[in-house]
């Protein structure tokens, strides 16, 4: 098991949620690691939901945006529920830039916060009936006699099953993505409460076949809920049918797919199939809930490992809110989704159904810089919506070194910043700095937060 100390604490804080206050720190050091854990994992559903109404207008989006923002800022007991929802929000990409309408975008944010920790087929069920992914993926016009096999595609391709295993084998066809896509049809928008419903005179009821010679192939009348809008059946829902699919290992495929994506986003990319296969059995054994799986992850002591901590990339959310709560900026997060939206995330408008292109193109040039001007924000006290108190920071009588080490240790960073680049730090607040002066406190001080902002290591994680 890897140590629980403050550098281990941060990690965990940092990965399963936007980083993290002092106090957090200390009290999830109290927890020890399998309470903290179980802590994070162990929320219900929440049904909350952002402002939106049936249309597209702008400040009606950033208004969701905002509330969304506030909400992953400041979550604390739900902090994993809001980075799951982030999370399934890349994996089931929706963009309001196609849907135009906030609304449904906000009901799917919804469904993603209460039922993201829970049964991964429930969850596929609610995405697959969703207004804002009906309109997306253009499962709306998918009808009997008249095909439309884009969410059939995808739903195989990027959010179930992966387009091969863990070997390369090919995991369907072109004739599975054809008979998936008659099994999905008849699924419509209320157009009054802008939900996702099933019209039975719009299914296709003839018999399909999918993944044909396999041992498990299904055939029949094969669909997704009966007319009073009930589940079918598991040996003739599709949904239920692509959870029994076996890569060319004769493994389950599914849980292999989602557990390499889930650490990819909270480790390191390409983990080897004996790290997978040591994440899934719990997953498996409990009826693929993800909260299992996320625990198996969290608990693992390999997430712990040096590569784990240097792996990828923040998202522009996770180094902004990462910055935020570790130095306990006070804001009303109305000026953040513009300051996302330079670092490259417009939160609820995901450039593909691929989703956001994740790792170092976070940190092309422009990007790269649109960090820095949030830094210099956030660092200067120039935009009135993000309070940063520089005198928290350092305390009259301190040494450079101790305030150096201070801001760098709130962020976490203090053990992977070379020596020489943290003696920079120390020299740019000179040989004896008087912390009681203010003109020192709003000058160095904040310069300092606005250096360690755009050290490469605040980057990664």
Request: with cysteine; glycine share 10%.
């Amino acid at each position: 098991m890897p140590a629980w100390n403050e550098e281990n604490v941060i990690h965990l804080l940092n990965r399963a949620g936007f980083g993290a206050s002092p106090k957090d720190v200390a009290k999830y050091l109290r927890y020890g690691h399998a309470g903290a854990v179980t802590r994070l994992v162990s929320v219900p559903g929440s049904g909350a939901k952002g402002p939106g109404k049936p249309d597209d207008d702008a400040d009606g989006l950033a208004a969701l945006r905002t509330w969304w923002i506030k909400r992953m800022v400041k979550a604390t007991s739900r902090r994993l529920q809001e980075k799951m929802c982030l999370f399934w929000h890349d994996h089931f990409a929706t963009a309001v830039g196609t849907t135009k309408n906030n609304l449904r975008m906000a009901l799917q944010n919804r469904t993603f916060r209460f039922f993201g920790l829970g049964a991964f087929g429930q969850l596929v069920l609610e995405v697959t009936r969703d207004a804002a992914m009906l309109d997306f993926l253009d499962g709306n016009l998918n009808k009997v006699g008249k095909p439309n096999e884009n969410y059939a595609r995808e739903l195989m391709e990027l959010f179930v099953l992966g387009v091969v295993d863990v070997n390369g084998a090919e995991n369907y066809t072109q004739a599975d993505v054809t008979n998936m896509a008659r099994a999905l049809t008849g699924f419509q928008i209320d157009p009054d409460t802008n939900l996702g419903y099933f019209a039975p005179s719009r299914w296709d009821g003839g018999s399909k076949t999918l993944f044909a010679g396999k041992s498990f192939q299904a055939s029949g009348a094969l669909g997704v809920v009966d007319a009073a809008q009930a589940p079918l059946p598991a040996a003739r829902n599709v949904l239920a049918i692509l959870l029994t699919h076996k890569d060319s290992d004769g493994e389950l495929t599914m849980p292999r797919f989602l557990a390499r994506k889930l650490w990819e986003y909270f480790a390191y990319p390409e983990p080897s199939k004996t790290l997978l296969s040591e994440l899934t059995p719990g997953f498996i054994a409990g009826g693929f809930v993800v909260a299992d799986l996320l625990s198996a992850i969290f608990l693992h002591e390999e997430f712990y490992s040096d590569r784990a901590k240097t792996g990828t990339v923040k998202n522009p959310c996770e180094y902004a809110f990462h910055a935020i709560r570790a130095l306990d900026v006070k804001t009303n997060a109305k000026a953040l989704p513009d300051f996302l939206g330079d670092m490259g995330m417009d939160l609820f408008d995901p450039p593909s159904v691929n989703g956001w292109n994740n790792g170092l193109p976070w940190v092309s040039s422009g990007q790269f810089l649109a960090r820095f001007n949030f830094a210099q924000a956030l660092a200067s006290g120039r935009d009135a919506t993000l309070r940063l108190k520089p005198t928290a920071l350092a305390m009259p009588g301190e040494s450079a070194d101790a305030v150096v080490d201070r801001v760098l240790g709130r962020l976490g960073i203090a053990s992977r910043v070379p020596a020489g680049a943290r003696q920079a730090l120390v020299d740019y607040l000179g040989p004896a700095p008087d912390f009681g002066d203010a003109t020192t406190i709003e000058t160095k001080v904040r310069g300092l937060v606005m250096l360690a902002l755009a050290m490469p290591e605040m980057h990664v994680h």
